[in-house]
């Protein structure tokens, strides 16, 4: 068993629901989605070499479980330090929140319920064994709402991530800045050779890139803390995944939060507690994504 990052989490509402669509109808939608996620979520950072080396993503459903584990590729006589493993859970999280919108934005929505570990763990096929699997079974149904939370060991390592790559970005010569430029313009990302031009313009300008790398960090990926009604009563302080971070444009983002609306309909007082517990999380979702859009390129370093 190797160390990394783990996702698990199960659909609100599953029981039952062939009562509500047709049961062929739903064993589709969850094919499609097997095979959407495999290419928008396993591509962007499978057998890509950051930093340790290749990162292995495994990603299944089983049943109304999606499952994702994250963890580098094994490598003779090498073992992963302390940051570069803290960069599989943020790999974790990020991909936590593209899943998470991409079962919701449907009309059969199936939102997510679940969180994310970190530790040792085997998964190959539809085999999952390990400590991280056992921690993410015991409390992945905990929250009251359609949340996926990370675990506050996991949480940890993502705090740290983002202040380590907070702390590079500040010190990156230009070289490097050019270097990213280039191979993101490889990929394909709109606005990079604005960017590069800019690079040439004197130290002010490079200062003014390091500064959007620096801005890219605040991106709302994780609500860090946001108070989480658990089913034990009360609340608890939690790093909770934001189904609405990659989501640029309000009027989609208020589309998200409606299938959300219109799933969570029901007569019983377990539904309408997840029902406005789930609504006022995604307030603040939004808020937190609606605030990052709009200062992005201000200058400004979101806190």
């Known amino acids: 068993m190797n160390e990394g990052a783990l996702v698990i989490a199960d659909c609100l509402g ?10 062929q109808q739903l064993i589709d939608r969850l094919r499609f989605l097997e095979a959407e996620a495999s290419k928008r979520v396993v ?11 290749p990162i292995r993503i495994h990603f299944r459903f089983l049943s109304d479980t999606a499952v994702l584990s994250v963890q580098y590729a094994p490598l003779p006589n090498r073992t992963p330090n302390e940051a570069q493993l803290n960069l599989l859970v943020s790999v974790a999280c990020e991909s936590a929140s593209v899943l998470a919108k991409l079962l919701i934005d449907h009309d059969l929505s199936l939102p997510l319920r679940g969180c994310i570990s970190f530790g040792e763990h085997l ?6 064994i390990g400590p991280a ?11 009251e709402g359609a949340f996926i939370w990370v675990l506050p060991s996991a949480a940890e390592r993502y705090g740290r991530f983002l202040e380590r790559s907070l702390e590079i970005v500040r010190s990156l010569p230009a070289e490097t800045m050019s270097s990213s430029i280039a191979a993101a313009e490889e990929k394909g990302l709109d606005g990079m050779s604005g960017v ?12 003014a890139v390091r500064m959007t790398f620096a801005q890219l960090l605040a991106v709302p990926i994780v609500i860090d803390p946001y108070p989480m009604p658990i089913k034990r009563g009360g609340f608890i302080d939690a790093a909770v995944v934001n189904p609405l971070a990659t989501v640029a444009k309000s009027t989609d983002r208020q589309r998200i939060v409606d299938h ?39 200058g400004e370093t979101l806190k």
């Open 260 to 298: 959300y609306d219109r799933f969570l309909q029901g007569n019983r007082i377990d539904i309408w507690t997840k029902r406005q517990n789930t609504l006022k999380f995604l307030q603040s979702a939004n808020a937190s994504t609606a605030k990052f859009e709009s200062s992005f390129g201000s």
């Open 196 to 207: 590069r031009k800019l690079l040439n313009k004197g130290s002010e300008a490079v200062e």
């Open 133 to 143: 699997v056992d921690q993410a079974a015991e409390y992945m149904s905990e929250p």
């Open 123 to 128: 998964c190959e096929g539809n085999f999952l």
């Open 14 to 23: 599953f029981r039952g629901i062939w009562n509500r669509v047709d049961p």
């Open 43 to 53: 591509p962007k950072y499978s057998s890509t070499m950051l930093s340790f080396g």
